[in-house]
């Protein structure tokens, strides 16, 4: 990992500059790959399945006896795992329910405000190296609470024309209503669309890698609503002296191990502990299944060491982590100033992972920068929020002047003339 030492704030945007391609590398293929799909539906699908994932399959939409085969197959222990970890999330989602907000504004004029779930919802679920049945708890969970009435999902086959059984068994736990045998580009584009097999939807949840999260913004353009530009994986730690070094390499690394285009860094007061830290992730790499791919994000991540921890906050308000780890003896400082991360893990005991998987908060978050405008995914992501408002005669008399003031100084006549009919009409009827 590369070491850097007091920083000038001038030169941070390039020392925390993601390792990612511009959208202007890849968009040109999204946008052709969206042509066709829009023009041949299934077809087009079927042909750039077969190109990316290198398996042709019969049917794109998983049977029930797939999903019984996918069931039975999933070991028991793993079944309690998802178990545990579906009523974590179960609960701190359903927390977050808000009842109706209603006041009247003034006599006569009352208003408020109610949530409706979105119809149609589509969950992109990653597959590949990592198949993220736990994407599938973080997405339906909520969706399922939220009530939206067509869940589906989409995730890309195996060689074996196959999704891996552990997702296929949280979707069916979780009340998907259509699994999908179908990733990249092409769901993206099938669900912004839809096709003679794929529910055209009204929103996109999931993470991806970076042509998924360019095709996600693409679809935006064709009146689909996606959850938030969530690309490569990362994770800033700031830690001092009271931190443990293990701990937080191996921190980084669980984050590093995600793909080659994730990117880790440590912040800290102590070249003490970077110092540490950096033997502890050049022991702990070696004995990593997917120690190749972590070595590639690793060469991306950084070391910092600054000499305040206001500078340090600076520092991370200024990178807006996805994932945001405090390991210090002022962790209510950095818990109470922070602006810009997805999810924050405070304490020596809370590690990145508990998020990700089971302590009930949700693991979809925006990545590169996008925390300084995003919320991570919650269960308002899967509703709309809509006001209401009734106005008796006593209200629209006491609002009604200043409405006429407003509309003709905008000059709006029609807007009003509908307050001036009113009006007279409640005069004559006097």
């Known amino acids: 990992m590369n070491k850097i030492y007091n920083p000038k704030p001038e030169t941070w945007s390039s020392i925390l500059e993601r390792p990612t391609k511009t959208v202007d590398d890849i968009e040109a293929t999204v946008k052709e790959i969206f042509k ?16 990316f994932d290198g398996v042709a399959v019969d049917t794109m939409i998983v049977t029930e006896a797939e999903i019984q085969e996918a069931i039975a197959a999933v ?19 359903r927390a977050q329910k808000t009842e109706r907000v209603a006041v009247e504004t003034v006599p006569g004029v009352s208003c408020w405000q109610e ?4 119809q149609k919802v589509g969950l992109y679920i990653p597959g590949g190296t990592a198949p993220l049945f736990s994407t599938v708890l973080m997405l339906a969970v909520p969706a399922e609470i939220a009530g939206c009435n067509e869940i589906v999902l989409c995730s890309p086959p195996d060689k074996g024309g196959k999704i891996n059984p552990a997702i ?7 009340g998907v209503t259509k699994i999908m045998k179908v990733g990249g580009i092409q769901a993206i ?3 912004t669309f839809g096709t003679e097999s794929i529910p055209k939807v009204y929103k996109i949840f999931g993470p991806g890698n970076q042509f998924v999260t360019v095709a996600k913004q693409l679809a935006t353009q064709f009146g689909v609503a996606i959850d938030m530009p969530a690309g490569p994986s990362e994770l800033l730690i700031v830690a001092d002296d009271t931190a443990v070094p293990a701990f937080v390499a191996s921190d980084l690394l669980s984050q590093a191990e995600h793909g080659a285009d994730s990117q880790v860094i440590l912040v800290s007061t102590s070249k003490k502990l970077i110092d540490a830290v950096a033997d502890e992730v050049a022991t702990q790499i070696e004995a990593l299944p997917r120690k190749a791919i972590a070595e590639k994000a690793i060469a991306n991540s950084k070391l910092i060491y600054v000499e305040t921890d206001a500078i340090a906050l600076d520092l991370i308000n200024e990178y807006g982590p996805e994932h945001f ?3 210090s003896e002022f962790d209510d400082f950095y818990s109470n100033n922070v602006l810009n991360a997805g999810s924050v893990f405070i304490g020596n005991y809370t590690p990145e992972s508990a998020g990700d998987y089971a302590s009930g908060t949700n693991h979809t978050l925006p990545t590169n920068g996008y925390a300084k405008n995003y919320s991570g995914v919650n269960l308002d992501s899967f509703m709309k929020t809509m006001t209401f408002q009734k106005i008796n005669e006593k209200g629209i008399q006491a609002i009604g002047k200043a409405i006429e003031i407003m509309a003709e100084a905008e000059g709006l006549q029609a807007h009003k003339n509908a307050v001036t009919l009113r009006l007279k009409a409640l005069e004559n009827g006097k």
């Open 168 to 174: 296929l068994f949280a979707a069916n736990l979780c």
């Open 189 to 191: 584009a099938g669900l």
């Open 325 to 327: 780890i405090i390991c």
């Open 75 to 93: 070991p028991q222990e793993l079944k309690e795992a998802i178990a545990l970890a579906k009523a974590n999330i179960t609960a701190f989602h």
């Open 115 to 118: 949530k409706r779930p979105i």
């Open 36 to 51: 066709e799909v829009q023009k041949k539906g299934d077809e087009a699908v079927a042909k750039y399945t077969s190109l």
